[in-house]
């Protein structure tokens, strides 16, 4: 329930110097906004501002917590747009078009809001800052206004076709698979006592028959216990993706009161108009030739730009992209180790780095890759599988996947190592970190992702979870994560590369901010939002600078559909007169929002840098 507060007005006016493009106000008219402002507190899920219903005249900021938008009248029931936190502002476009363009805001957790007189403030938007800020919105609200209602089987709602099956854990595997077999479902979620779910599917069942466990046993004792799971209205979109990144066959669908009320298959996603992913996916996963792999995954473009044209947010088509890239090498590998059967294709784990070990692939990214083997393999038995890996990059490189041979690949032997030899080396760089090439293989490895073989945290990466214990190691990371060399400045140049200036730089502040705080998150946004609030990042820059990343993400993908559409090699590098001045203002704002807070982290490392 929300409620109101007395206002402080100096602790307000101070809070509101720090808002951009308020902070542009002199003093006189900052004590009069905030004289004259509403400061109201509300819990988690309370309604704090619905512009789809009515033009409600007002300018709000976030004081303390974090607000979730939607900003398509027609998409409420699905997962926000986006979140913003302290500092930022929301419905000043409604308010100034006066109009019911949105948002709907609600609270995520106990939130403080303050709502301004947009009379006292108008004069900051006609700053620079100000200017491209509205600009930005206002153009974001007509392109949503633009869409239409959403089409059938966006929900995730809409895709499940019966009741739950759902069965006691003293129930036999025999029986399960028997009620699985009545019922035509390929799973049954099984109760728990802690109110949670287990689940077994078919691959479940067979693979319990192929270890000789008995059909007799409980169902508990095959089950998989960490069932995925996702709430009705989220968009079925959420849902493929949920499938995708569990490598799962079925994910349940459960109430706001967890309560179960039925699962998704992967089949059942065929029928929905925004997860067309799924069964690409699929068909990946079951190419039986390099060929036909190669030829199924040269239809990914086409795929993203169709996802992109029915308004799927562009982070969601960027985690669709990656889980496929996974589908495409871990099928790739399946496929080539049976050229050569006198290597064990299980004596390795494929370690996915970079860009896609943190699942922000897009078109123009390298796989970047290195190989794990198995402790009892000598350096003449791994220099036998590089035919092999060179084999895989060859088949990549023709479906259309990048993949450097000669750097970052398993077919360097810098980046072939028994799991001994890749703890050792991390061991070295951790301690000795200004030597060559340390501070390089950590980030490399710190990124990593096994996506075939062991799936379980990998050797190296145990050894780096305790690397804020080091110092000097933490200090070198952090002057590398906020170096000017790559300064953004847009503006300035007439060409620009959006992966150089813009999305390295937010990552590998984000790199190390989570290590910092011994976070093993690796998502960019997902980093910063698990460090904000530390010693040494804001939790408003943390909020600021995913929402950056994301944004300039999204003009990325845009860029690269563009250029696959006209039939050209899709890169990072745009020329600037090539992007619509809302996105020019987006990069402008990222470039402000990267520099100011490199610089507040050089400021705290210079004079209290954290003891880790």
């Known amino acids: 329930m929300n409620s109101a507060h007395p206002v402080d007005v100096p602790a307000l006016v101070e809070f509101l110097r720090l808002c951009p493009p308020l902070d542009t106000l002199d003093a006189e008219r900052l004590t009069r906004a905030a004289e004259r402002a509403t400061v109201t507190s509300y819990g988690t899920g309370d309604v704090v501002l619905d512009a789809f219903a009515r033009p409600e005249r007002g300018l709000h900021?976030?004081?303390?917590?974090?607000?979730?938008?939607?900003?398509?009248?027609?998409?409420?029931?699905?997962?926000?747009?986006?979140?913003?936190?302290?500092?930022?502002?929301?419905?000043?476009?409604?308010?100034?078009?006066?109009?019911?363009?949105?948002?709907?805001?609600?609270?995520?957790?106990?939130?403080?809001?303050?709502?301004?007189?947009?009379?006292?403030?108008?004069?900051?938007?006609?700053?620079?800052?100000?200017?491209?800020?509205?600009?930005?919105?206002?153009?974001?609200?007509?392109?949503?206004?633009?869409?239409?209602?959403?089409?059938?089987?966006?929900?995730?709602?809409?895709l499940i076709v019966a009741s739950p099956l759902l069965v006691e854990p003293t129930t036999t595997i025999a029986q399960a698979a028997a009620r699985m077999e009545e019922t035509g479902l390929p799973y049954v979620a099984v109760r728990q006592e802690n109110g949670g779910h287990g689940i077994l599917t078919d691959a479940g069942i067979r693979r319990a028959v192929a270890s000789a466990l008995p059909v007799t046993d409980p169902v508990s004792t095959a089950m998989q216990t960490d069932a995925p799971s996702i709430r009705l209205g989220a968009s079925a979109a959420e849902a493929l993706i949920t499938v995708l990144e569990s490598e799962g066959d079925v994910v349940l669908v459960t109430d706001r009161a967890d309560q179960l009320r039925g699962a998704v298959a992967a089949r059942d996603f065929v029928v929905s108009s925004t997860t067309a992913g799924a069964s690409l996916h699929e068909q990946i996963h079951r190419a039986e030739t390099v060929d036909d792999l190669k030829e199924r995954y040269r239809s990914v473009p086409g795929l993203l730009t169709g996802l992109m044209a029915k308004g799927l947010a562009p982070s969601r088509i960027i985690t669709v992209h990656s889980a496929i890239i996974d589908a495409a090498v871990r099928r790739t590998i399946e496929l080539v180790s049976e050229r050569y059967p006198h290597l064990r294709p299980d004596a390795f784990t494929w370690l996915s780095l970079g860009s896609n070990g943190r699942r922000e692939a897009l078109l123009s990214s390298?796989?970047?890759?290195?190989?794990?083997?198995?402790?009892?393999?000598?350096?003449?038995?791994?220099?036998?599988?590089?035919?092999?890996?060179?084999?895989?990059a060859e088949v990549l490189e023709q479906a259309g996947l990048a993949h450097d041979r000669h750097g970052v690949s398993p077919v360097n032997a810098k980046f072939a190592r028994t799991h001994a030899d890749w703890a050792r080396a991390g061991r070295d760089w951790i301690t000795a970190p200004e030597a060559d090439d340390a501070v390089i293989m950590t980030c490399l490895l710190v990124d990593g992702r096994p996506i075939h073989g062991d799936r379980g945290l990998p050797e190296v990466a145990r050894v780096f979870g305790d690397l804020r214990m080091h110092p000097r190691t933490m200090s070198m990371l952090l002057a590398a994560s906020i170096a000017q060399s790559s300064r953004p400045t847009p503006w300035r140049r007439k060409k620009i590369d959006l992966k150089a200036q813009f999305l390295l730089p937010i990552a590998n502040i984000a790199r190390w901010a989570a290590l910092s705080v011994g976070s093993t998150a690796l998502p960019t946004d997902q980093r910063l939002l698990a460090a904000g609030g530390s010693a040494m990042l804001s939790e408003s820059d943390a909020v600021a600078l995913a929402d950056a990343f994301d944004a300039v993400q999204g003009i990325r993908l845009a860029w690269q559909m563009e250029q696959t559409t006209a039939g050209r090699t899709p890169t990072d590098v745009v020329r600037l007169e090539r992007l619509p001045p809302v996105d020019r203002a987006i990069l402008a704002e990222a470039t402000r929002v990267v520099t100011d807070s490199r610089r507040r982290m050089g400021n705290m490392a210079r004079f209290a840098m954290p003891e880790f």
Do not use: C
């Open 61 to 158: 900021v976030v004081w303390h917590g974090r607000v979730s938008v939607w900003t398509n009248p027609d998409r409420i029931r699905e997962l926000p747009a986006y979140h913003l936190g302290p500092t930022e502002m929301f419905g000043y476009v409604a308010t100034l078009l006066g109009e019911a363009v949105g948002p709907r805001v609600e609270a995520s957790g106990e939130t403080v809001v303050v709502r301004l007189d947009p009379d006292l403030v108008d004069p900051v938007f006609a700053t620079r800052h100000g200017a491209q800020l509205l600009a930005r919105e206002v153009d974001m609200s007509r392109r949503m206004m633009a869409h239409g209602s959403i089409p059938t089987y966006t929900l995730v709602d809409d």
């Open 366 to 392: 390298d796989i970047d890759a290195a190989a794990s083997f198995d402790n009892a393999l000598d350096a003449a038995e791994i220099a036998e599988y590089r035919p092999m890996f060179l084999k895989v």
